[in-house]
């Protein structure tokens, strides 16, 4: 087996150095965006890394090139899903709750365009890392997001977003599992977003649950991203469900980045959803086929309201852009020397203050977040009706999320 595997690794050297040189077309279908091609130094090195690699391996405690890195936490990545409140805001106005989950349903879809060129990681977060930011809309109103990093084995991220006065809240937590496939790395995607339309507290949350992902082709071919396998987002109290299928492109047919769903109500069944999360994504009703109507158009859609985040220097030591900000530049300058050297001094401040503990006997505790009923919660008591007086509860939010560390 291991006589095998070495003679993938060369050829995959082998093929990584041709196909850098001559074949620059994105595989048939796939979007330029989301593929990559390595140069002869940098399929050495995934070369060099692969070689310690078992199929079905566990890759969270191996260290992966720096160029492969998007330069952002994965904490702040997770802000892709607050990226278009335009789909979700003045969905509690809706009387039909059939139209109340696709209006939820058409949010969660929309969030996936959103992501790095190439085929690209966001940085693994460190026990007690936190990212948060403010989002000022158009409208006059705001929105807060605050995400913690509250276990490290197994990694767990737990986020929070509001919206007071559009009605809007948001929580969950992350919990990715990479592993080594042979010519591709999948990143199950344990956890699930829980939303909130505050203006309709009887719909109670609506749970969406995550693809996985898969990096193709680390050893011969094109690097290409793609969402596959099936999840389901539903809500319990309306009995609305919808099971999804992110297809992945089959070697001689299919297409990158489509996905299609069935929408049922109380078993009944409600409607097919259909298309591409990429580009656009259609609703067609059981009832009627020739009412199909598009969901969204990821190339047409608003630009992302930008987030407001403090300056660098005025953030906490371990604030995402802060704690990484010379990994951060030194993947902006292309410099990967700096770029290691920076990554493993964060690395060696995590396995620093694990020691500390230890010998301490002290058992961290996070910030921001606790553990209830088996969930991450946010550390902050709401309003019973947190949008009766939207202002006192945006002072409330703010407070917490701007508090000084204890």
Not at 243 to 256: P, Q, R, V, W
Request: aromatic share 10%; glycine share 8%.
């Amino acid at each position: 087996m291991m006589g095998l595997f070495n003679g993938l690794q060369n050829a995959g050297q082998q093929l990584r150095g041709k196909a850098s040189r001559s074949d620059d077309a994105a595989p048939e279908g796939s979007e330029p965006d989301e593929t990559s091609v390595l140069d002869e130094n940098e399929g050495s090195i995934i070369a060099s890394l692969i070689s310690q690699l078992r199929i079905g391996m566990d890759l969270s405690k191996v260290t992966f090139p720096t160029f492969v890195l998007e330069p952002r936490s994965m904490l702040e990545r997770i802000t892709d899903f607050m990226s278009h409140p335009e789909l979700i805001f003045g969905a509690e106005s809706e009387n039909d709750p059939e139209e109340r989950f696709l209006r939820v349903l058409s949010y969660y879809l929309a969030g996936w365009h959103i992501k790095p060129k190439g085929v690209k990681k966001p940085y693994n977060p460190v026990l007690g890392e936190f990212f948060r930011c403010q989002y000022d809309y158009a409208n006059g109103t705001k929105g807060f997001y605050i995400a913690e990093q509250v276990s490290h084995h197994p990694p767990i991220s737990a986020y929070f977003y509001i919206s007071p006065a559009n009605k809007l809240l948001i929580t969950g937590e992350l919990r990715p599992k990479s592993k080594f496939l042979g010519n591709s790395v999948a990143t199950v995607m344990e956890g699930e977003n829980r939303v909130t339309l505050l203006g309709r507290p009887d719909d109670g949350e609506y749970v969406l649950e995550m693809p996985n992902m898969y990096a193709r082709g680390i050893l011969w071919g094109r690097m290409v991203l793609e969402l596959a396998d099936q999840c389901v987002a539903r809500n319990e109290k309306t009995g609305i469900t919808c099971e999804m299928d992110f297809k992945a492109k089959g070697f001689f047919s299919g297409t990158y980045n489509s996905m299609s769903g069935k929408v049922k109500h109380k078993g009944s069944e409600m409607g097919d959803i259909s298309g591409k999360w990429s580009d656009k994504m259609y609703f067609t009703p059981a009832a009627s086929s020739s009412q199909k109507r598009m969901l969204f158009d990821a190339r047409t859609m608003e630009t992302p309201v930008p987030q407001s985040v403090a300056p660098e220097e005025e953030q906490e030591a371990n604030e995402s852009r802060r704690l990484w900000r010379n990994l951060t530049k030194a993947i902006q300058d292309k410099n990967m020397d700096a770029a290691t050297e920076a990554k493993s001094s964060v690395e060696e401040g995590q396995r620093e203050s694990r020691r500390k503990r230890e010998e301490s006997g002290n058992h961290y505790v996070p910030r921001f977040f606790e553990l209830r009923d088996n969930r991450w919660m946010p550390k902050i008591k709401l309003p019973q009706d947190p949008t009766q007086d939207p202002n006192e509860t945006v002072k409330l939010v703010r407070d917490w999320i701007w508090s000084s560390a204890p």
